[in-house]
């Protein structure tokens, strides 16, 4: 399954967005350069009190369908 790489860091009042649903979907750089865009719904696991902050990996299909995110092991 292809994968992409990113870090990422959104603070509290920002991912708030995220959790109304307000903003649906994100945009990041990946680690090789590509921007890539996933629905905002993946990284609710991940979602602190202080936001969101991590080095992910972003499983998507051959289409460019995003499947699962996961931190990356590690960051």
Known sequence: MPSAQFSIR???REI???YRG???SVVVKATNG???QFPANLLLPYISHDGVKGH???NYDERGKAQSLH???DA
Do not use: G
Request: proline share 6%.
């Open 16 to 18: 708030e967005k995220y």
């Open 56 to 58: 992910f990996i972003l």
């Open 22 to 24: 307000q903003a649906r």
């Open 34 to 36: 590509l921007k890539i």
């Open 10 to 12: 959104i603070d509290a």
């Open 71 to 73: 931190r990356s092991p």
